[in-house]
């Protein structure tokens, strides 16, 4: 049999409680926050000038890219790229429900 530890007396119980303490209060996390993206809702002059000679340039073209792009709000990256597509900039890849996705507009000169 293992030696006999000696017990702590009543007091020093009592006082080693006291001592310790409850400890600190866990703090709980926030949660992970995004920053807030601040895209405009109307476009300005330079912006629409860069969406007519930027965009008909870049091989793969979605709203999202036009959204990162020109810092302009989704639905009026919709409305430029259909725009773009009417007049024959860009031309349609694939239209579904959720996605479009356009491509530079590719002639037989080129």
Excluded at 24 to 29: G, V
Excluded at 52 to 72: D, Q
Excluded at 75 to 80: I, Q, T
């Amino acid at each position: 049999m293992p030696p006999k530890v000696q017990q702590k007396s009543k007091e020093q119980k009592i006082a080693a409680a006291m001592a310790g303490g409850k400890g600190r209060k866990k703090k709980w996390s926030k949660g992970k926050n995004r920053d807030k993206v601040d895209n405009k809702v109307l476009m300005t002059k330079e912006q629409h000038e860069r969406l007519h000679s930027e965009v008909p340039k870049m091989k793969l073209i979605t709203v999202s890219a036009v959204v990162e792009k020109l810092k302009v709000n989704g639905g009026l990256a919709r409305r430029a790229l259909r725009e773009l597509a009417e007049e024959g900039k860009i031309r349609e890849v694939l239209i579904s429900r959720s996605q479009r996705i356009y491509t530079r507009n590719v002639t037989e000169d080129e």
